[in-house]
């Protein structure tokens, strides 16, 4: 197949999946329909195109079967809307779609110099810079930590909570600090 018509073929089928999701959504033999269609049709041509679907069996209800395939189907405009998004070429593709290749690491310089920064800072009173060091000092903690990503967002989250009280300043420093963890 050409480039042009895999390219135009792509771009044609993720208007169809979602003019069929807005239009039929609730309707599981549409789904179940475009959902064959679809894994028929780019199996052989995008990477792990199938990985993490939902199994459809032949035993399940109707209405369960259903919401197997309008999940599989917002799963094939994501994965078609992903390959286009990576030029339409599977090189690369499966470090897009392993969330684990996402993660931005820990950077011990990036933390130094927010830290710096609050010490500098002259928009900012004494106890708020204390509070912003002291935060970013436990945040670097966490970050630095021997856990799993997903344990270490979840210590996270209370930071992200007490950031959105906060100065527009401290928030601007800290926040990209809060997604950055150690392997």
């Given at each position: 197949m050409l480039e042009y018509e895999l390219k135009r073929m792509v771009n044609n089928d993720i208007d169809y999946c979602k003019k069929?999701?807005?239009d039929y959504s609730f309707d599981w033999e549409r789904m179940r329909d475009l959902f064959e269609k679809?894994?028929?049709k780019y199996t052989g041509?995008?990477?792990?195109f199938d990985r993490d679907m939902n199994v459809i069996s032949s035993y399940e209800k109707i209405n369960?079967?259903?919401?197997?395939?309008?999940?599989?189907?917002?799963l094939i405009i994501r994965r078609l809307e992903g390959f286009k998004?990576?030029?339409?070429?599977?090189e690369g593709l499966n470090n897009e779609m392993n969330p684990e290749h996402n993660i931005m690491y820990y950077d011990k310089s990036e933390f130094d110099e927010a830290r710096l920064f609050f010490e500098r800072s002259v928009h900012l009173r004494d106890e708020q810079k204390s509070e912003a060091v002291q935060k970013l000092d436990e945040i670097e903690a966490i970050c630095y930590s021997n856990i799993q990503p997903t344990e270490k967002w979840n210590k996270l989250r209370p930071y992200v909570m007490w950031l959105t009280?906060?100065?527009?300043?401290?928030?601007s420093h800290i926040l990209p600090l809060v997604m950055l963890l150690e392997k």
């Open positions: 069929e999701w807005e679809m894994i028929y041509v995008i990477d792990d369960k079967s259903g919401d197997t395939y309008r999940e599989n189907v917002k998004d990576n030029g339409f070429k599977n009280g906060k100065n527009l300043i401290i928030v």
